[in-house]
T-cell receptor
Framework: DAKTTQPNSMESNEEEPVHLPCNHS???????IHWYRQLPSQGPEYVIH???SNVNNRMASLAIAEDRKSSTLILHRATLRDAAVYYC?????????FGAGTRLTVKP | DAGVTQSPTHLIKTRGQQVTLRCSPK?????VSWYQQALGQGPQFIFQ???????QRGNFPDRFSGHQFPNYSSELNVNALLLGDSALYLC?????????????FGSGTRLTVV
């Protein structure tokens, strides 16, 4: 499986935008880029996914580099409820394999 | 719309014992995947069941086994428990053919081995 690299942790202030980076230099042409997040004491939940084009949904935006070797999850206005571990996952057949993720801390 | 239900939520077992964890998938889903999540780490894939067969397996010993029933629910069995098996066990359901972003996770079962 193609690997992803994410920072171990990031901090943000409440109501400010957050940009969570993910590097995936060995991505193949058919790999989808998925983002899941795990809130404390819960299972992971789906955030967003994309293939080549930037994507927006009610939770976040996904910006994908033109060469697809990196992507950025954008939370437009972080809230305290967005404090979680965010996982960037590559999958060609949508089987999920998790790395260590980025722990996002949101400060009031 | 009921999501993924796991039971029990917590349990404590003694080293050497056997344990069975249960998972009911989201309505309409036919595939169940199991993950082990140690404290501070990301979930690690154990195996996946579809049509009552083990479809894929991660790097886990044969002490970890599973089953899927005709109603798509699933069990995870762990024999000869070790202290290192203490973890959060997560169940995820999805649908074949897989839809991107189509995984739904339960809240997990916290297993403590003493």
């Amino acid at each position: 499986d193609a690997k992803t690299t994410q920072p171990n942790s990031m901090e943000s202030n409440e109501e400010e935008p957050v940009h969570l980076p993910c590097n995936h230099s060995t991505i193949s042409g058919t790999d989808y880029i998925h983002w899941y997040r795990q809130l404390p004491s819960q299972g992971p939940e789906y955030v967003i996914h994309g293939l080549t084009s930037n994507v927006n949904n009610r939770m976040a935006s996904l910006a994908i580099a033109e060469d697809r070797k990196s992507s950025t999850l954008i939370l437009h206005r972080a809230t305290l409820r967005d404090a979680a571990v965010y996982y960037c996952i590559l999958s060609v057949n949508n089987d999920m394999r998790f790395g260590a993720g980025t722990r996002l801390t949101v400060k009031p | 719309d009921a999501g993924v239900t796991q039971s029990p939520t917590h349990l404590i077992k003694t080293r050497g014992q056997q344990v069975t964890l249960r998972c009911s998938p989201k309505s309409g889903h036919d595939t169940v995947s199991w993950y082990q999540q140690a404290l501070g780490q990301g979930p690690q894939f154990i195996f996946q069941y579809y049509e009552e067969e083990e479809r894929q397996r991660g790097n886990f010993p044969d002490r970890f086994s599973g089953h899927q029933f005709p109603n798509y629910s699933s069990e995870l069995n762990v024999n000869a428990l070790l202290l290192g098996d203490s973890a959060l066990y997560l169940c995820a359901s999805s649908l074949l053919p897989r839809v991107p972003g189509g995984y739904t996770f339960g809240s997990g079962t916290r297993l403590t081995v003493v």
